[in-house]
């Protein structure tokens, strides 16, 4: 991953590629005027305090994460300068938004492609900006290069690699805020690209079996307690839902629990996650066109997994609990058919109408395990429904709970840390629709509102008491289109960042 360093320095004096500031559409008296961002003085006055003029000549506009090349100003010890768009300017005495700085950051580091080193002197006033910096860098950086023939170089697209340095200015070295910002940073976006990576694996390579090996090893250089029940295992213990998702396919399913604990501790978190490795609907295949891109499906397992290792490396003080519920829904002569009845681990029957709903019945038992271990909340996140993509768009995604104060927490959260999200309701008429003349509860309800169905079917699996949200990010898990800010195109990491927020403040005291 790109390396971050903290530097007082003054720009002109640095040797790199690059000197990345940060311009913005003035208002107030400035309105319609190109500004340039603090931070910037000394590149400015360079050109004379003409430095928006020759941007705007160029074509600049200060929109979010445009960016605008131009030759550096004579003596300078970097070549280049980029100057990248941080929207409207904050109005007077405010400070500029951190998922604007961290936009920012990620469009220029994605620009610098090849680069070795990079100075950026965008707006610092406080620790936390020289986190959202650093966290858009390091995102923005993010390449998958894994099955390219110079994946083995480490090479990015046109055989060049991710900028490889970024030494933020306006940071201070010594401050100890500032230095655990960039340690925050750090350790929250390496393992956000981590669940990046298994997100992008083909699905050849990435099965239940593959993906719990993964989380074993991980488990063991962060010092993280991990158990993985096999098919053995799970037929023992009667998870009825993943094995009945994962009887179609020759790679057998698994239920994988991670724990991190903390010897100061005062709240338990759980979170679960849905690892479908490859999603071909099943016998309920999925029409042509829709299968290309179903090995994101396991993305709420991926993010769960990255959030309980970000946990651990920052040392919080909660215990967090993943659970990752593994299966590969295949078509063939063992798959559960639709009309088939499962019996869960919790002992409730579920009739399967169709057998591309198949999340909510992996999440069904993991969320019942999960409870039975009387955690402060639960959370699940699930790439589950096209309903909540209808919605919501492609980037947000959608969150329902059986407690609105904790859907509210949730919600703050997510758009704090620059993941934007909604919160959705649950109403109880959807309820009568998953009425089975057969079982307990059918997996499918009325298709108007399917996503809250989705959520309501969920519910029925939480322990009783037990305060629990649901996160749908089938929307913004998977960008089948261009890059954006910190954003690649493929899979983005979604929720990651959410659930840390999460634990952190669980272990604060500030969660409720």
């Known amino acids: ?34 500004v340039v961002a603090p931070g910037a003085e000394a590149v400015d006055k360079a050109y004379d305090g003409g430095l928006a003029g020759i941007l705007e000549t160029l074509g600049a506009s200060g929109a979010e994460g445009e960016v605008t090349k131009l030759p550096a100003p004579s003596g300078f010890k970097s070549p280049l300068v980029v100057a990248v768009g941080l929207g409207a300017e904050p109005e007077k005495d405010s ?77 201070k070295p010594r401050d100890k805020d500032h230095k655990a910002a960039v340690e925050r940073a750090t350790a929250v976006a390496e393992e956000l690209n981590r669940a990046r990576d298994l997100i992008n694996t083909p699905p050849n390579d990435l099965t239940p079996e593959t993906f719990a090996a993964i989380t074993q090893a991980a488990a063991k250089e962060h010092g993280i307690k991990v158990q993985v029940l096999d098919v053995k295992a799970l037929e023992k213990g009667g998870y009825g839902g993943i094995l009945g998702v994962g009887a179609g396919s020759a790679a057998g399913p698994r239920l994988v629990k991670l724990s991190y604990t903390s010897s100061k501790a005062k709240k338990h978190l759980a979170f679960v996650g849905k690892g479908i490795t490859y999603d ?28 309980v290792v970000a946990a651990a490396r920052l040392g919080l003080e909660v215990n967090v609990t993943g659970w990752l519920a593994l299966a590969e829904n295949m078509p063939s002569g063992s798959a559960t058919r639709p009309g088939d009845v499962l019996r869960m681990y919790s002992g409730k029957t579920v009739e399967v109408l169709n057998t591309d709903a198949e999340g909510r019945l992996v999440l069904a038992d993991a969320l019942w395990a999960a409870s039975a271990e009387k955690p402060d909340a639960v959370v699940d996140v699930a790439t589950l429904t096209g309903a909540m993509m209808l919605a919501l768009g492609n980037r947000t995604f959608g969150i329902m709970a059986n407690d609105d104060a904790f859907r509210s927490a949730l919600h703050e959260a997510a758009e704090e840390v620059g993941e934007p999200a909604w919160p959705m309701p649950l109403p109880e008429h959807l309820r009568k629709g998953m009425d089975s003349p057969t079982a307990d509860i059918a997996n499918m309800g009325e298709r108007m509102g399917g996503g809250l169905v989705a959520g309501l079917f969920l519910r029925e699996f939480v322990g009783e008491g037990i305060t629990w949200a649901h996160l749908d990010i089938a929307g913004p898990a998977f960008n089948e289109g261009g890059p954006f800010g910190y954003t690649p195109k493929g899979g983005t990491g979604t929720a990651v960042r959410t659930l840390v927020r999460l634990a952190e403040l669980a272990a604060s005291g500030d969660l409720g």
Do not use: Q, W
């Open 1 to 34: 991953m790109t390396a971050l360093t903290l530097s007082t320095a003054a720009a002109p004096g640095l040797r790199a590629d690059a000197i990345v500031l940060g311009v913005a559409k003035g208002t107030g008296s400035r309105s319609g005027d190109l």
């Open 95 to 171: 400070a500029y938004d951190a998922e604007a700085l961290r936009k920012a950051a990620g469009a220029a580091a994605r620009a610098l492609t090849g680069a070795k080193k990079a100075v950026f002197v965008l707006p610092i006033g406080d620790a936390a900006d020289v986190g959202a910096i650093g966290e858009g860098v390091l995102l923005g950086a993010y390449s998958f290069d894994t099955y390219k023939d110079n994946g083995k170089d480490a090479k990015a697209k046109n055989g060049k690699a991710p900028l490889a340095e970024a030494a933020l200015l306006g940071a």
């Open 280 to 307: 071909s609907g099943g016998i309920s295949l999925k029409p042509a066109g829709h299968n290309e891109t179903m090995k994101c499906d396991m993305s709420g397992a991926a993010a769960v997994f990255a959030a």
